[in-house]
């Protein structure tokens, strides 16, 4: 009787402190792994670039799902002025480092979400060509990956891409050199149609079930 009692109580001191250290292992695995952003932080973010940074306007970019190394570049770049905007540059100056790290973390954690949006479907084949011979490389498409830190373009929203196209071209915003240089090269053999080629290309991405490619 004694014994067993004995023998119980060390059961449960070894149970006790069983689930202490589960729960400490869970503490220590959970942090790094589920940063926690405050969630006013990312509603702040939500309000224009929608659920879960799925935009809702084509005016606006969708943010969700883009690689993190990305979102964390282009947010430094309108803080020091690389990347011309209307409204970033101002609002990621309320952020610091540790900030904006954990907003690209959770952005590029989200699911993105294609948009149907109106194309032109001749320009669209066109752009398609264009973008295997000036973009595909950096950028990839629907059949290949793209080179870390570069965004995906198919899928985004047409408005958005041709005024960050734009901006590149007037050098308000400034690429790296290699795409600066295909960017040149475009506009010098196809004009700024080739541009507009290129957004209806991107814009024709449809949801997989669909899929024109
Ligand atoms: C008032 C509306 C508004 C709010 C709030 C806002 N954004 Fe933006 N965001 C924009 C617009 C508009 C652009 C396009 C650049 C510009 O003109 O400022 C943009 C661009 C971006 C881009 C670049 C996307 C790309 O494809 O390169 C990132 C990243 C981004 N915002 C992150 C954030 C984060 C993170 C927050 C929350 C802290 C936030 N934004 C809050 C309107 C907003
Ligand atoms: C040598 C690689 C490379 C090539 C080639 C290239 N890009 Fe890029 N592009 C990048 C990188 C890297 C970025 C991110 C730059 C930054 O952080 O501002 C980028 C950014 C962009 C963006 C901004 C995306 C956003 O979400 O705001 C657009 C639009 C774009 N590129 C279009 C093009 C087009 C169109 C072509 C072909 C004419 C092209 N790029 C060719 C590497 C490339």
């Not at 964390?72 to 002025?81: F, K, Q």
């Not at 973009?135 to 899928?155: F, K």
């Amino acid at each position: 009787m004694r014994r067993r009692l004995a023998c119980n109580a060390a059961q449960l001191i070894a149970l006790l402190s069983f689930s202490a250290s589960m729960l400490m292992a869970e503490d220590e695995i959970s942090l790094p792994t589920t940063p926690v952003v405050p969630s006013l932080t990312v509603q702040t973010c939500t309000a224009c670039h929608g659920p879960a940074g799925n935009s809702l306007s084509s005016a606006i970019p969708s943010i969700a799902g883009l690689p993190r190394e990305y979102l964390r570049g282009v947010m430094g770049d309108y803080r020091h002025g690389g990347r011309f905007s209307t409204v970033m540059g101002r609002l990621v100056q309320a952020y610091n480092d540790e900030q904006m790290d954990l907003l690209a973390d959770y952005f590029s954690r989200q699911s993105f979400k294609l948009h149907k949006q109106r194309v032109d479907w001749d320009q669209a084949s066109k752009g398609r060509q264009l973008h295997r011979l000036y973009c595909r490389q950096c950028h990839g498409d629907l059949s290949r990956a793209p080179e870390p830190g570069s965004p995906v373009l198919n899928g985004r929203w047409m408005d958005y891409l041709r005024w960050t196209l734009q901006d590149y071209l007037l050098g308000v915003s400034q690429a790296d050199e290699e795409m600066s240089g295909a960017l040149t090269r475009l506009v010098r053999r196809h004009g700024e149609q080739g541009l507009e080629a290129l957004v209806h290309y991107y814009g024709s991405a449809r949801p997989k079930s669909k899929s024109s490619e």
